[in-house]
C-alpha cells in the first residue's frame, strides 16, 4: 500500500511553494518543518489586531495600530548611523516614521509628501516623541485590502520571517484537495466543527483572538483529526494484538490461596477487582494487554504477583520485567518467601548473571523448571527461551514506547502482556501512551497509612535537619537522603552525594549512613541496599535511584535536597518511599533559596496534597505533556495541533470514536473507513498503516 496520489503536493518538497528557495527550506528544518503537510499543521500560537484607528492619539505604547495619514516633511539623516524620519500626520496627531539603513530614493517614491498613506506597525514613544520604526504596512488607501484586519502570527525560526511563513503556509494551503470525510457525521454535528478544509482556511485565517483559542472549533477539529488518528493507530494496534492467538490460561486457585493465607494482610478491594480484571483476561483465548495502574504504596507487586500464579497453576510460565537491578532484586527479596510457600520455583535473571551460571538459568528455563523469572532488561533478551511463558509484565515507570512494548508482545508469540505504571498519569496522556491497552486501576491505598507531613525548608537550616535525623535515627528511625542531579556531569553531581555522605557520617557516626548512585559497582549496590534494609545502616545518602519502587518500611524520613530542581511527579514518588510502614513519617524538601515563581507552586502542592492523580494533573498544566513524561523515552507522540492541557476531552471521544470505527469496520473498507486511511496518510501514521497492510 502506498501513500493515495491526492496527497502528493503536500509531501513534496517545501521549495515548491512559492517564495521557498533551497535556503528557506533548510530554515524551516530547524523547526521540524520539511513538507507542505508540515506547514499545514503549523498553526499561528497568537494574532495582531490591525483594526483601522482614527488616531494614535491615546494609545498605549508599545502597541500595533493601524492609522491613515498624510505624509509630511522627510528628514534624511544628518550624519552616518542616524535614522531617516518622516513626519506624517493623522486625525489628531503627528508622530514619526523612522527607518534605520533605508534607501533616500526608495522612501521618497513610497513616502511622497502630501500623499495619503495607510500605515501600521508598533508605536512606541522615543525621547517623547511617537514613532513607529520600520512599519509592517505602508500602502496607498486603494491598497487597504492589503492589510489583514488581523494578522496571524506564527511560530519562526532564524531566517524565516513572518513575511515568509505567512507566504509559504498559504501556498501549501492551495494544495490541500478536497477529501472525503474521516469524521463521524453525528459528531462533526453536535460539535459543529467544519470540514477538514474549511478548518484549515480558518486555523490559518483568524479574525480575532477568540479563533487562535484552543477551543475555536477550527482549531478543536483539527486537533480531534491528530488525536483520531493516532487513536485509530492504538485501535490498530490493540486489535491485532487481540487478533493475535493467544492461550487461555484458567486459574485453578490453589497457588493463590496458599499465598493468600501466609499474608500478614488481605488484599484491598481495589487489589481483588484488578486481580479479577486480569484473570478473566487470562482465562480468555485473546491476547491480554493490559495496564495496571496505581499510584505508589498502592500494592501493584501482590496483584502481579496472584497473576503470575494464574501462569503457573494453569501449567506455564511468568516473567516480570523491573527498570533497574535494584527493584530487580528487591521483588526477588519480596516474592521468593511467598513464592516457596506455594511451592513455585521463582528465580532472577540480570545483566549479571554470566556464563556457566547464565546458562544454567537459561537451561532451567526451557526445561520449565523456573516457573516465575524476575529480572530487568537482560530477562528479554534473544536467547532467552521459555518452556512455555503465558505472562510478561512490565514493571515498567514510563521507560518504554509504544513499539518497544509491541515488540516485547512478541517475545512468547501468544503471552499476555501486562504493564504497570507506577506514577500516576492524568488521563488524556494515559489514553495518549497507553490507548490500545485496558486499563486496571488501583484507586485504593491499603488501610492504615498514615498521611506523610511535608514540610519546605531553607538549606540555610541544613544544622536543624541534621540533629532532628540524629534525634529520630537515636529512636530507631531510618531515613532516605536524596541529593539531585544539578550538576553539569555525572560526576560532579557524584561528588555532591558523596561529599554529604561524609558530611552526616562525620554527623550521625560511620556506621550509621549508608551510600547508593548509579556509578557504583552491582555488588557494592546490593550491600548498601541490603545493609539499609536489614536496618544495620539508619541513613541512607541517594541519587536519584532510589526513585522508583524501593521498598523499606521502616524508613519513614525522606529528605530531599535541591528539592526545587526535581518534577513534581518526581518527588511525589520519592516521597512515595516512606509513609509505609506503622510510624508517622516526614519528607523535608529542602530548597536554595529563592525560589522562582514555579518552584515555589510546585512543592507548595506538594504539601498540600498526597493525592498522586492531583499532582500529575498539577504537572502536566505546569510544565506541559512532553516535558512532563519525557516525550523521547515516553513514546508519547509529538502532537503539532493538539494541546494536550487545554484540549484533553478530545482524547477520551477520539479514543472512543476509534475504537467503535474499527469495531463496525475492522479492515477499513467503508466510505469512512478509507476516509480514515487517507487520514493516517496524512498524519504520517506509518505504523498503523502496516497494521492495516498486514491485518
Ligand atoms: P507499589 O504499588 O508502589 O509497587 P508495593 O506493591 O510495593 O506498592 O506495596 C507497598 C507495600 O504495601 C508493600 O510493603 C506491601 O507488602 C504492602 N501491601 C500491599 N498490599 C497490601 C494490603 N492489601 N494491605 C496492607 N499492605 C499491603
Ligand atoms: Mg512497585
Redesign the pocket.
Known sequence: MSRPQVLFPLFGGLETLAGVGPKTARNFTHMDVEKPRDLIFTLPYGGVDRGLRKTVKGVAAPGVVTVEVTVGRHFPPQQRGRPYRVEVEDAETTFQLVFFHARDDWLKKQLPTGQRRLVSGKLEIFDGVAQIVHPDHMVPLSQAADIPPFEPVYPLTSGVTLKTMTKAVHSALERVPELDEWIDGPLLQREGWPGFQDALGQAHGPTSQADISPNAPARLRLAYDELFSHQVTLALARASMRRGKGRASNATGTLQAKVLAAL?????GA?NRAIGEIAADLADDKRMSRLLQ??????????AFMALLIAVESGGQGVMMAPTEILARQHLN?LQPLAETAGVVLEILTGRDKGAGRAAKLAALVRGDIQILVGTHAAFQKDVEFKDLRLAIV?EQHRFGVSQRMELGAKGAVADVLV?T?TPIPRSLELAQYGAMDVSV?DEK???RKPVTTALVSAGRMDEVTKHLQKAISEGRQAYWVCPLVGESEVSDLTAATERFNHLRAVLGEGHVGLVHGQMAPAEKDDAMARFVAGETSVLVATTVIEV?V?V?NASIMVVERAEHFGLSQLHQLR?RVG?GAAASTCLLLYQPPLTESGKRRLEILRQTEDGFKIAEEDLAMRGAGDMIGTAQSGLPQFRVADLEHQSALMELAQSDARKLLHDDPTLKSRRGKAARVLLWLMEQDQAIRLITVG
Open positions: 500478614p494482610y488481605k488484599p484491598t487489589q496505581g499510584d505508589v504504596g498502592s500494592g501493584k507487586t501482590l496483584v519480596s514493571d504497570m507506577a488501583l491499603p488501610p492504615g519502587g521498598d518500611p512515595g509505609r
